[in-house]
């Protein structure tokens, strides 16, 4: 399986975005640059049909520095971008598909009839009552030479990882405000955990950077879950800004 990474800009109250769902863009230059040194690490990265809605464009390697290192590592320019949609409407015209970057799309071998022709490859993963089955997906990305994922959001495609137990490290970076609101999406969405079976992490690093703190945790994906799971994985919820 891919080693995956769920990297998500946070309030100081836990929201990704505001009750609106607008486009979260309340990260720094420093946040920035930490979210692209993650992209350039990964062979593959991965969100759904919503974020890709609410941004038009996703995050690529800019960096002279970052480019060098993967050109290094034997590895191409750009990591590969996969939306995650179980719907068949793209808009043709947004941004994302004249980025000079490597397109897939993965969605369920029940979906609709899907228009790919913008994309490079669709992976047609198996679906359970209706639903992705990750394990499947992830499988499939491994076989294609995806060995480090990076997940971008939003919450409720988050969530069904996370719940698949497939998620090895988070990185969240606290930003300096307050969203609050009943409706503000959260890093992680859908029914959510009961709390002795909530899947337990390892803080490996906290770092203050201006008014930033950046924490990175380890999943003990060992433990076993009580995860409630939520229709509307793929194509929902708001994750930190994937694009410029």
Not at 129 to 140: H, R
Not at 146 to 169: F, M, N, Q, T, Y
Request: proline share 7%.
């Amino acid at each position: 399986m891919p080693h995956t990474t769920v990297i998500l800009a946070i309030s100081a109250d836990g929201k990704i975005a505001d009750a609106v769902r607008s486009p979260a863009r309340f990260g720094s230059a420093n946040d920035k640059a930490h979210l692209e040194q993650q992209v350039a690490a990964s062979d593959a990265v991965l969100f759904g049909n919503g974020t890709l809605q609410a941004y038009g464009t996703t995050m690529r390697v800019i960096s002279p520095e970052l480019l060098k290192q993967r050109e290094l590592q034997g590895k191409p320019p750009q990591p590969v971008q996969i939306v995650c949609s179980r719907s068949p409407q793209f808009d043709p015209n947004l941004r994302f598909f004249q980025q000079p970057v490597p397109r897939w799309l993965l969605t369920g071998q029940d979906a609709n009839t899907v228009n790919d022709c913008e994309f490079d490859r669709t992976i047609h993963a198996k679906t359970t009552d209706g639903e992705i089955d990750w394990i499947d997906a992830f499988q499939q990305l491994a076989s294609l030479g995806i060995k480090r994922l990076a997940i971008l959001g939003g919450g409720k495609l988050v969530a069904s990882v996370l719940a698949a137990g497939l998620v090895d490290e988070l990185w969240l970076t606290v930003c300096p405000l307050i969203l609050g609101g009943v409706d503000a999406p959260t890093p992680v969405e859908g029914k959510g955990f009961l709390a002795d079976l909530a899947p337990k992490l390892q803080l490996l690093a906290v770092k203050q950077v201006g008014q930033e703190v950046f924490l990175h945790y380890k999943v003990d994906r060992a433990k076993e879950t009580g995860f409630f799971p939520e229709s509307g994985d793929c194509d929902q919820g708001f994750s930190q800004k994937p694009g410029f």
